[in-house]
């Protein structure tokens, strides 16, 4: 699966309505997901490696990186695509295209949910392998290393499973120019996302505000421990 | 006022007078002491540079351009105070043309940001001094790096520049929106103000040569049993036209501190790190003929990795040099050499500098862009200690001699600066002197772009 975020370089600002201003804001594949489709394809003798966006844009470069075919889910214009719906539209597809592994990367750099994943598995009732730093691939399952608080934890999981890519699992390739040619002739489906069962309503999450930190104000020198001292709690720090 | 008259340009937030600022804009990674400007500005637009420079102008104000402060020559102390222009804050990536495989970029790009934009594109802008350098910055010393002997220096890589000149009219060099791959249309103005170290002009943006990435990589590392060795077996893969991507050479000294910093357990002997590019069976072609002549030089080891973090882990290995050098005498300073000789003379260069290092007790592991016969010594010295200074000193020029003897020139990459004025005079002679001067005079009268640099 490749989501999408818009480039890290960019400024980012807050748009009038609230939320954060993405019309015509160049979009990249998100780093997470790039890892995770790299490790697809260092595993390709498993199969065909399928990818899956939301926005599209980047699912060239995603091809152009070895996946053998792309499928785009259209959302409606302004609809949500958090984690619960981009959980929703893969599990119709995994119902549809009966994989053995799915993989994603563990969040989006534009939410940091990590949750599409875990959400995916648990509509599945698939065992699942998050924070992936090593995969390795056995008769039947497949065993994850994760990278956990106290350190590293190995699992076997029976396949059908769910991983997501943590950022040590590998280095992600460029894509080359004679791979982002043969690319234009993959297959590329485009779905409307209703199709996949992401239904229309209104989201379940509600974003309340978003607002810029505020502007960093000068510093300022004083002449005695007392005059600190005042400052702070006439600023309400002490 | 005169900053007042700044401020009036460019906006009292983006002009600082402050001491610890002055500073950090007085020196780069250079040795040389720090020398602040007496302002720094941050212009946001090539006008507004354009303003600042006819106000210098006027008020015969020196000028100094800054971008990321990453040089090793000096070429950022304000040495006659005066202003400082901080570039980076104009950072537009803009033209982009994967047909015409160009970019055009302002001072506040560096090369790492400039080719992750490019990431998904297959294409990539190949000049790796080391450093995560302001690419305008590296037009303007001339850099190289590893990947030279291949893809080229920064001058065959630029295809027109915008610069401010130091009365503050708009030139581009090869004339505005342009960038054939190839002119010969007039003086080359594009060549001329690559490597002027800013003492001709401010470059706001440069128009670069893109490459396609290669589809296939591999490297490999080689331990030969003499420098000559290693030095032939270069000269021979680069006659048997293996187009290889880079070829770096330690000696043992290098090899055995890189690899005692990294944990890599490389055998102490001369040691060549070769990376060859091509599609997948070029490649095969090219990892045989490498094989054969690293076989036939007495090389050993030679074991190749093409996965990405293999490949990034020995370039990684060789890029930390610097540090690697610094490790073996803590709390010292480091200060590296930079000559370029024509490779058939690199061996007895390389070989008579080791004798001057042993003979000066100096540590000085070398580090080198064989294919180019640009190599490095990093020297590590106490600079408190005035005597090893001197000493230091000392060495430095016999080796510029030595390299200017063998038909090569005092700087390969890291150009002129502050510190190899004489030997710059040296090198080309009275006659080209002049000429550098006539050419300083036409275009900057009264010696305001970054005075006391290069002449």
């Keep these: ?238 | 006022d005169f900053v007042e008259a700044l401020r009036a340009v460019v906006g009292a937030p983006n002009v600082s007078t402050a001491t610890a600022v002055r500073e950090q804009h007085g020196h780069d990674e250079s040795m040389h002491p720090c020398a602040p400007p007496d302002v720094v500005v941050w212009p946001q637009a090539v006008g507004q540079v354009q303003e600042l420079a006819a106000l210098c102008h006027r008020c015969r104000v020196p000028m100094v351009p800054f971008g990321t402060g990453t040089g090793l020559e000096g070429g950022v102390n304000a040495v006659q105070g005066g202003v400082c222009f901080d570039l980076s804050r104009m950072d537009a990536i803009a033209e982009l043309s994967l047909e015409d495989f160009s970019v055009t970029v302002e001072p506040g790009v560096t090369r790492k940001a400039l080719n992750k934009h490019l990431r998904g594109t297959g294409l990539w802008f190949p000049v790796d001094p080391g450093a995560d350098a302001s690419l305008c910055g590296m037009a303007a010393t001339g850099a190289s790096g590893t990947n030279a002997v291949r893809y080229g220096t920064m001058r065959p890589n630029v295809l027109n520049l915008r610069v401010v000149l130091p009365d503050g009219r708009l030139l581009h060099t090869a004339g505005p929106g342009r960038q054939p791959r190839k002119r010969a249309a007039g003086y080359d103005l594009t060549s001329l103000f690559v490597g002027s170290e800013g003492t001709l002009g401010f470059l706001t943006q440069a128009t670069l040569r893109l490459h396609p990435l290669p589809e296939a990589t591999a490297v490999t590392i080689a331990s030969f049993p003499s420098v000559g060795a290693a030095v032939a077996c270069t000269v021979q893969v680069l006659q048997a036209a293996v187009p290889v991507a880079r070829i770096e050479f330690l000696d043992e000294v290098m090899a055995d501190a890189c690899s005692r910093f990294s944990g890599m357990g490389l055998p102490v002997a001369a040691t060549l790190l070769l990376e060859l590019h091509g599609s997948q069976r070029s490649l095969a072609e090219q990892q045989q003929q490498t094989e054969e002549i690293v076989r036939q030089n007495g090389g050993s080891g030679l074991a190749w990795a093409e996965g990405q973090e293999e490949r990034e882990q020995l370039w990684s290995m060789r890029h930390n040099a610097w540090y690697a050098a610094l490790a073996l005498r803590p709390g010292c300073q480091g200060y590296s050499t930079d000559v370029c000789v024509p490779i058939s003379r690199l061996p007895e260069v390389v070989v008579e500098t080791k004798q001057d290092l042993q003979a000066s007790n100096i540590t000085g592991p070398m580090v080198g862009h064989v294919g180019d016969g640009n190599f490095h010594c990093i020297l590590i010295f106490n600079s408190q200690d005035p005597e090893e200074a001197q000493r230091i000193h000392a060495f430095t020029q016999r080796l510029g001699r030595r390299a200017l003897a063998a038909g090569g020139t005092c700087t390969g990459e890291h150009g002129v600066g502050l510190g190899k004025r004489a030997l710059l005079q040296e090198e080309l002679g009275p006659e080209g002197l002049d000429t550098l001067r006539s050419i300083k005079a036409a275009l900057d009268p009264h010696n305001l772009m970054n005075p006391g640099k290069v002449l």
């Excluded at chain 1, 699912?59 to 499928?71: F, H, I, N, Q």
């Excluded at chain 1, 505000?209 to 000068?218: D, I, L």
Aim: glycine letters at 8%.
């Design chain 1, 1 to 238: 699966v490749a989501d999408l975020a818009p480039m890290s370089v960019w400024a980012v600002r807050v748009a009038p309505g609230g939320g954060v201003h993405t019309q015509g804001v160049k979009h990249s594949l998100n780093p997470f997901c790039e890892i995770a489709l790299e490790e697809a394809v260092r595993l390709r003798e498993a199969g065909d490696i399928l990818t899956l966006s939301l926005p599209q844009e980047t699912l060239r470069t995603a091809l152009a990186m070895g996946a053998d075919r792309a499928v785009l889910a259209e959302l409606a214009e302004g609809a949500a695509a958090g984690p619960r719906e981009v959980a929703t539209a893969l599990a119709a597809l995994v119902q549809k295209l009966q994989p053995q592994l799915v993989l994603l990367g563990k969040q989006a750099i534009d939410d940091d949910c990590n949750q599409t994943g875990q959400l995916l598995a648990a509509m599945l009732d698939w065992p699942q392998g998050t924070f992936a730093s090593r995969v390795q691939l056995e008769a039947g399952a497949v065993l994850v290393e994760r990278e956990v608080d106290g350190g590293l934890e190995t699992l076997r999981l029976r396949l059908p499973a769910v991983l997501t890519a943590d950022l040590r699992l590998n280095e992600p390739r460029y894509a080359t120019l004679p791979n982002i040619m043969k690319a234009k002739k993959k297959p590329l489906e485009v779905l409307p996302a209703a199709e996949l069962g992401v239904a229309a309503g209104p989201p379940r999450l509600k974003v309340l505000q978003v607002r810029e930190p505020p502007p960093r104000a000068g510093g300022e020198r004083v002449e005695s421990v007392e005059s600190l001292l005042g400052k702070l709690r006439h600023a309400g720090r002490i």
